[in-house]
Nanobody
């Protein structure tokens, strides 16, 4: 059973930074893609970033390119989302997710709140 546990959310002023962590357990993740999604109040969940575990290939939604960086630590089995130059519109619950290559996201964490004040 795959378990994903997020941490690192909080309240920050606009222009500030936060780093989210997602600790993964339950199986080996060499054939997995790890993703970050977010959901703001009264909005649908949206894709933020992803990283392929084995080769580190990354992908970002346009609104965070140049500000957010996704990375992984193979030893700690943890995926990070470094968020810089945060904006109020980045306020949301951020979710970590995992999927096998060629499949949809099947595993989700419980989410962590990020609030950016103006």
């Amino acid at each position: 059973q795959v378990q994903l546990v997020e941490s690192g959310g909080g309240l920050v002023q606009a222009g500030g930074s936060l780093r989210l962590s997602c600790a993964a357990s339950g199986r080996t993740f060499n054939t997995y893609v790890m993703g970050w999604f977010r959901q703001a109040p009264e909005k649908e969940r949206e894709f933020v970033a992803s990283i392929t575990w084995n080769d580190g290939n990354t992908d970002y939604t346009d609104s965070v390119k140049g500000r957010f960086t996704i990375s992984r630590d193979n030893v700690k089995r943890t995926v990070y989302l470094q968020m810089n130059t945060l904006k109020p519109e980045d306020t949301a619950v951020y979710y970590c997710a995992a999927r096998q290559l060629g499949q949809g996201y099947r595993y989700w964490g419980q989410g962590t709140q990020v609030t950016v004040s103006s």
